[in-house]
T-cell receptor, first 111, second 116 residues
Framework: GESVGLHLPTLSVQEGDNSIINCAYS??????FIWYKQESGKGPQFIID?????DKRQGQRVTVLLNKTVKHLSLQIAATQPGDSAVYFC??????????FGKGTRLSVIA | DTAVSQTPKYLVTQMGNDKSIKCEQN?????MYWYKQDSKKFLKIMFS???????INETVPNRFSPKSPDKAHLNLHINSLELGDSAVYFC???????????????FGPGTRLTVL
């Protein structure tokens, strides 16, 4: 089985509720941000991205909000489903610098 | 169709051995990457190759050597394996890391390396 990330923040939500996962980034020059979803035993999967010239972007059931003033990024998942259970990572980059991943948040959906 | 594939999925080996992990992408991307994910799920980039040229080496020990025979493949060779090398290694690819609309990275399924 997969090892447990003992120091991974965990968010538990009821099925059908909305989830909000937060991420603080450190580089004020970062201009591109991505949210990835990593299910158990799989690689990170792209969910949604946002550029620094926007403060909100919506996808299917997901919304990313960017607050550049406080260097904060959030991922909102509407009507959370059991299949949303995973570890979620934010990642940032600036110009030609490589993606820097955040520490991840484990989302557990309670049926 | 698997966009980014890695082999093997699991690799168990003794300290001191030399091993390789293979990665292939069929997306036509120009850039490929290797990441290491530790037991705390922290993802850290190791290497990036753009059109068969190394463009990033993030303070990785020289026991790790990426090899790219063509732009669809980026293999990771590890010499003299150590206990601390145990982790999950992910390959990824992107079309162009310097172009804003094409730098999204697509990840492979990972290779879990266990060094005994």
């Amino acid at each position: 089985g997969e090892s447990v990330g003992l120091h991974l923040p965990t968010l538990s939500v009821q099925e059908g509720d909305n989830s909000i996962i937060n991420c603080a980034y450190s580089n004020s020059a970062s201009d591109y941000f991505i949210w990835y979803k990593q299910e158990s035993g799989k690689g990170p999967q792209f969910i949604i991205d946002i550029r620094s010239n926007m403060d909100k972007r919506q996808g299917q059931r997901v919304t990313v909000l960017l607050n550049k003033t406080v260097k904060h990024l959030s991922l909102q998942i509407a009507a959370t489903q059991p299949g949303d259970s995973a570890v979620y990572f934010c990642a940032e980059s600036s110009g030609n610098t490589p993606l820097v991943f955040g520490k991840g948040t484990r989302l557990s959906v309670i049926a | 169709d698997t966009a980014v594939s890695q082999t093997p999925k699991y690799l168990v080996t003794q300290m001191g051995n030399d091993k390789s992990i293979k990665c292939e992408q069929n997306l036509g991307h120009d850039t490929m990457y290797w990441y290491k994910q530790d037991s705390k799920k922290f993802l850290k980039i190791m290497f990036s190759y753009n059109n068969k040229e190394l463009i990033i080496n993030e303070t990785v020990p020289n026991r790790f050597s990426p090899k790219s025979p063509d732009k669809a493949h980026l293999n990771l060779h590890i010499n003299s394996l150590e206990l601390g090398d145990s982790a999950v290694y992910f390959c990824a690819s992107s079309q162009d890391p310097l172009q804003p609309s094409t730098d999204t990275q697509y990840f492979g399924p990972g290779t879990r390396l266990t060094v005994l």
